[in-house]
């Protein structure tokens, strides 16, 4: 692991972070660095906009219960939950079996040159696919990562419904970093 990047953005969250209820942990992860390793270059970026989704919830991937799709969402808490859809992937952290937070936008702070404001702009900045990264803990991976802030300011809590679902729209799942530039909507 870069020692350098260690120290100013954090230490990666340990598996008992992810092992809570999904609503706090999506309301937590706000401000802390989401990092992918691409060969010797790591991209990064603050978390500003998330989704929590639970598996009693109709716009869940897991509401049906387990598929070769959503495999990774019964692997443990801290696991990576790659789809695609739309041509883009999305990325999502797992918390408890058929449980995961969707990271819609982050805040670049290391090498990104495009467009983070959205699930699939933010995996194509990052390099982020199904392939290589579906199914990783982001605990134990050398190559996906998420890391206490170090420096990100204090933020006001934003909540809302969730964006681009059809079903269980209302619920006020969304949470984001009050007027950051970065969100998607």
């Not at 990047?5 to 989401?34: H, N, W």
């Not at 982020?128 to 991976?141: A, C, M, N, R």
């Not at 269980?168 to 970065?182: G, K, Q, S, T």
Request: aromatic share 8%; glycine share 8%.
């Amino acid at each position: 692991m870069d020692r350098k990047l260690e120290t100013r953005q954090g230490k990666v969250l340990p598996i008992k972070f992810y092992s809570r209820a999904t609503l706090s942990v999506a309301r937590d992860l706000l401000g802390k660095v989401l990092r992918v390793r691409d060969g010797r270059t790591w991209r990064s970026g603050y978390i500003v906009e998330d989704e929590a989704y639970l598996r009693d919830d109709p716009a869940c991937h897991s509401y049906n219960g387990l598929t070769k799709r959503n495999q990774s969402m019964f692997k443990g808490p801290g696991t990576a939950y790659i789809y695609r859809i739309h041509q883009v992937h999305c990325i999502n952290a797992v918390t408890r079996p058929g449980e995961a937070v969707l990271i819609r936008a982050i805040e670049p702070i290391q090498h990104i040159r495009s467009s983070t404001n959205g699930p699939g702009r933010l995996c194509r900045a990052l390099g982020i696919t199904q392939d290589k990264h579906d199914g990783l803990s982001f605990v134990d991976s050398k190559d996906l990562q998420i890391a206490s802030n170090g420096e990100f300011a204090k933020f006001g809590l934003g909540v809302s419904a969730r964006v681009g679902i059809s079903e269980a729209i209302d619920e006020p799942y969304r949470f984001y970093v009050e007027d950051n530039l970065y969100l998607s909507r």
